[in-house]
């Protein structure tokens, strides 16, 4: 699929998601090396029981309010069903890792290897893209029913859309989080950061080389406020099971994002619980972030919202 592209060069690709009852959109550029700026950007409401067609006039209209200059876009998905496991395969020869990944999503998804949409993330260091024979794969497989893929892929479609990359909410995490805060991510140390939206927390541990340990929890109700010990309990796992099964490396700051209760309490319990440095992040933020005159707010409208972060972390593919 063709490509449309900015003046620069790069790919002109907008990030969407659609969960939660909202349709969130970003489009990103990078401005020099460090700094990425906001262009297009804007969020709309859906109800709980909406239609698929009722889904689609709220992107229509959001792209026409955003007055979004690209229908080319990196998608969000989210469901219930999805498999999002860490993977460790000593000695296994690559050749070999597509048959064992695809066994592996087979057994947790119960389905016909025809019916799976999978791919996966190999963690290995930056300057050393390739898998020698005898090495130690590890890192992240992600699979889904292919139906649940062609839903969302023929939403945007029939939107008007050009869908040419998929992702997840931990990846897109990461990469945000990675591409304004790289820098605290070493050898020495791993920082777990945990995006809250309304009814789920993406919890991504990034160490060493910008590795990648993620998990996905879903709550029930969409007050984290009443959730808080759930919440604990969950990174807590994730934590330990990082410690003991992935990596060595300690984990010497928590991040939150997204949908963070305003409540110092909430805050001061995790912070107490866990025992690590917490912080509240907001992305847009953050001192390497810009956002542009062309990005409009509105007194009962604010684009600067916990709202934008997933999106945020898939329109870096434009960037």
């Keep these: 699929m063709r490509v449309t592209k900015t003046k620069d060069g790069c790919e002109n690709i907008a990030g969407i998601n659609i969960a939660d009852g909202v349709v969130s959109v970003a489009r990103l550029v990078r401005r020099g090396r460090k700094k990425i700026a906001l262009t297009h950007a804007g969020w709309m409401d859906y109800a709980p029981d909406a239609t698929d067609e009722e889904i689609i006039q709220v992107i229509r209209k959001l792209w026409k309010q955003t007055r979004m200059p690209t229908k080319t876009v990196c998608c969000g998905l989210q469901s219930r069903s999805l498999c999002l496991k860490y993977f460790k395969y000593p000695d296994l020869a690559p050749r070999e890792l597509t048959s064992a990944l695809h066994l592996e999503a087979e057994e947790s998804l119960q389905l016909p290897p025809e019916e799976i949409a999978i791919d996966w993330h190999l963690n290995r260091p930056k300057n050393d893209p390739y898998t020698q024979l005898g090495e130690q794969l590890h890192g992240i497989l992600v699979a889904v029913s ?159 919202s916990p709202l934008m972060t997933t999106s945020l972390g898939l329109g870096l593919r434009n960037a």
């Design 146 to 304: 292919k139906k649940e893929v062609n839903r969302q892929l023929n939403l945007l479609k029939k939107a008007g859309l050009y869908p040419v990359i998929t992702d997840v909410g931990c990846t897109s995490l990461c990469n945000l989080y990675l591409a304004l805060r790289g820098e605290k991510v070493n050898t020495d140390n791993a920082v777990c950061v945990v995006n809250l939206s309304r009814y789920n927390a993406d919890i991504s541990i990034l160490y060493n080389d910008h590795y990648i340990y993620p998990r996905t929890i879903i709550s029930r109700s969409s007050e984290w406020s009443s959730k808080v010990q759930y919440l604990i309990e969950n990174v807590s796992d994730a934590l330990l099971y990082y410690h003991v099964k992935v990596d060595k490396t300690p984990v010497t700051q928590l991040v939150l994002t997204g949908f963070v209760p305003d409540d110092p309490e909430f805050i001061a319990q995790i912070h107490d619980t866990i025992g690590l440095p917490t912080e509240v992040w907001s992305p847009l933020k953050d001192e390497n972030f810009i956002v542009s005159p062309t990005v409009k707010s509105t007194d009962d409208h604010n684009v600067i």
